[in-house]
């Protein structure tokens, strides 16, 4: 995992092979905004999830044009989240590629939707899609660029921050297995700085971690009003965002409880 936010850091652009460039979103207190990645191969240049706004876009389209030579013409956004494709105008002559959740949610333009999976060469960097949701989200999909050995995982990793929970955690452990199984030597997280292949094994210990400690307040009777007030257990409570996202985490996690037993 990455060393715990400290203090406030400006968006910064990190190089993480010839061919591809991520963008970290600033750091706010014990905040980090989304991520972005721009991809160049010799006929193409592709960008992954396009921030929160334009204008937070803008160094990372600015470092896409000098990594390719040439404008954006594929955007993929991860999932249907705000600030992951609140830039998405930046690029207004790219065709966008995105989970068909995400194009009936309608918060952007989806140009080409997909099921299952999606595929492309940007010239000689192959780039394959999966979707993996709901994990994090109804429309969670992940990037896998086999040439460079890059993962970009949209929200399915947090890295270092307490993950926002909300949907069925199984599946989310799935999509983490999937993604340990390709190996890869850079994971691009949607929050916090870029990790490896162990990034992905402390994610989901800490996803298994926090269903547990959600599942012994559930199975004690604890009422979910009272566990989400209780706040996280103290192994957990040191990471960012822990208390904010604790009440959300606990009833995601009992809605999911509920509909094993039955019960409301």
Known sequence: ????????????????????????????????????????????????????????????????LELGGRPVTIVMNTHGDRDHLGGNGAFPEARVVAHRSVAELGATRVDEPFDESWETDLGGLPVEV???????????????????????????????????????????????????RLEPRHVVPGHGPVGDARTLAWQRALIEDVYEAVKSRYTAGVPVEEAAAEGPPQ??????????????????????????????
Request: overall charge negative; cysteine-free; charged content about 15%.
């Open 235 to 264: 192994r957990l409570a040191t990471l960012p965002q822990a208390h904010a996202r604790w009440p959300g985490a606990v009833k995601g996690i009992y809605q999911v409880l509920d509909g094993f037993s039955g019960a409301g």
């Open 130 to 180: 999966t979707y993996v949701g709901p994990a994090h989200s109804q429309g969670d999909s992940f990037a896998w660029l086999p040439t460079e050995g890059v993962a970009i995982t949209g929200d399915v990793v947090f890295n270092g921050l307490f993950p926002l929970v909300r949907e069925d955690v199984e599946r989310w452990l799935s999509a983490l297995d999937r993604l340990q």
């Open 1 to 64: 995992m990455a060393a715990p936010l400290s203090g406030d850091r400006p968006l910064t652009l990190h190089r993480i092979s010839d061919r591809v460039v991520v963008a970290l979103g600033p750091v706010q207190g014990d905040r980090a905004l989304s991520n972005g990645t721009a991809a160049a191969g010799s006929v193409a240049t592709m960008v992954f999830d396009t921030m929160l706004t334009e204008e937070l876009v803008a160094p990372l389209r600015a470092a896409a």
